[in-house]
């Protein structure tokens, strides 16, 4: 029975995972309040699986509502602390976001500049990445999304950290859910993890893991309408 986590009593040092560097396309944050009842959000709230193409304006809100980053401090662990919009166990946050269109590369969405980043030589992967996806929903135009977990993070801080990034990972996939429904997306997370493939093009892997799969696609009902 797996141990319950508990805090390191002396922090251990971890060295970040490095991205590789790539073409930065920066994205455009929300300006206006949603002027939604949550109440209402969650009831309309439901899995739909017709994807029409997600052009960036609507990625970028996505991106911001759910999981832009609001600050970070200096940590003993390594790694900056940081306040995104979502909570993550000591506020670590190993799970990172990445992008596959229809055709191309992964793109890392980079929470601090609220940007998308193009992983070089990840075409293969997306492409694979895809193809699992598309063995358990029809993405026709659909924007696939990756999580990506960087254990190492949270065992900084976490004794029998495990279950903490797992948990961590669905808190993210249900903000991606919750504000899906709010800006009106049509939105499926999958069963699959995307294990080994999404992370097969990406150097020193060993220190990444995928935790999850999901599907995202343009407008299927107004928002103003609600």
Not at 23 to 30: D, E, Q, S
Not at 90 to 104: D, K, N, S, T, W
Request: charged share 20%; proline share 9%.
């Amino acid at each position: 029975m797996p141990l319950d986590p508990v805090p390191r009593l002396l922090p251990m040092r971890y060295q970040p995972y490095v991205w590789p560097a790539g073409v930065k396309t920066p994205l455009v944050a929300r300006a206006q309040p949603l002027e939604l009842d949550l109440g209402q959000v969650l009831d309309v709230r439901q899995t739909y699986r017709a994807f029409r193409r997600l052009d960036d304006a609507a990625l970028g809100e996505l991106m911001w509502l759910a999981c832009r980053n609001r600050s970070s401090r200096p940590s003993a662990y390594g790694p900056n602390q940081e306040s995104r919009v979502h909570p993550s166990a000591g506020a670590m946050h190993p799970i990172h976001v990445l992008i596959a269109r229809e055709i191309g590369p992964w793109l890392r969405y980079d929470p601090l500049e609220h940007a998308l980043v193009e992983l070089p030589d990840s075409s293969a992967s997306a492409g694979a990445s895809r193809a699992a996806a598309g063995s358990t929903v029809e993405l026709a135009h659909g924007t696939l999304i990756g999580l990506v977990a960087e254990p190492g993070k949270t065992a900084a801080k976490y004794e029998h950290h495990e279950s903490l990034v797992w948990r961590d990972a669905g808190v993210v996939l249900g903000y991606l859910s919750v504000m899906a429904a709010a800006l009106g997306l049509a939105f499926c997370p999958l069963g699959i993890t995307g294990q080994p493939y999404l992370t097969a093009q990406l150097p020193n892997a060993f220190a990444l893991q995928a935790v999850g799969l999901s599907v995202v696609g343009g407008t299927w009902v107004d928002p103003d309408e609600r």
